[in-house]
């Protein structure tokens, strides 16, 4: 009990104008839903209603303590959220220029490879082109589209067989 007493303090006077009028607005509530016998009922209810009003400024109650939020740390706090977001939105902004950039020039990269290509399709024909114009006649009717190198290997192929043909023919 003195526990109790030492932290819990009487109500204050706005606290106990409400609660009797919440009484008073209870009353007349149950009064209204009970039509017989209302006299007996409002004389009860009334003597119920005065013994709580005279009691309630007795009656202790725990204490509150005034929580007040702490405008300027909230506001500091806000203040501290609010940069580091523009901050964020910054970085994004400069990450999505950056991967634009970066997309732009993949894209150009791309064409430049798609163009190399078609060029060194375009210089393999040309280039088997001339190369079968300079063969002999007997290969381009062949048809031989082999590797320059691999029509020289085959052409000393056959000069050294000929050669060696025609040194047993002159022996």
Do not use: C, F
């Amino acid at each position: 009990r003195k526990a109790v007493r030492a932290k819990w303090k009487p109500m204050s006077d706005a606290t106990i104008q409400l609660l009797t009028d919440l009484l008073q607005a209870s009353v007349s509530l149950v009064l209204a839903g009970k039509p017989s016998s209302r006299y007996e009922a409002s004389e009860q209810l009334n003597d119920v209603q005065k013994r709580l009003a005279a009691r309630l400024p007795e009656l202790l109650v725990p204490t509150t303590k005034s929580r007040r939020p702490a405008y300027p740390k909230l506001a500091d706090a806000v203040k501290y959220l609010e940069e580091m977001l523009q901050s964020a939105n910054r970085e994004v902004s400069t990450l999505q220029q950056e991967l634009e950039e970066q997309e732009r020039l993949l894209k150009e990269e791309q064409a430049h490879i798609a163009n190399y290509e078609k060029n060194m399709a375009a210089a393999d024909a040309k280039n088997r082109k001339e190369h079968k114009a300079k063969l002999h006649k007997l290969l381009q009717a062949h048809g031989s589209d082999a590797h320059p190198q691999a029509v020289d290997a085959s052409q000393e192929a056959q000069y050294a067989g000929a050669s060696s043909a025609a040194a047993a023919a002159a022996a």
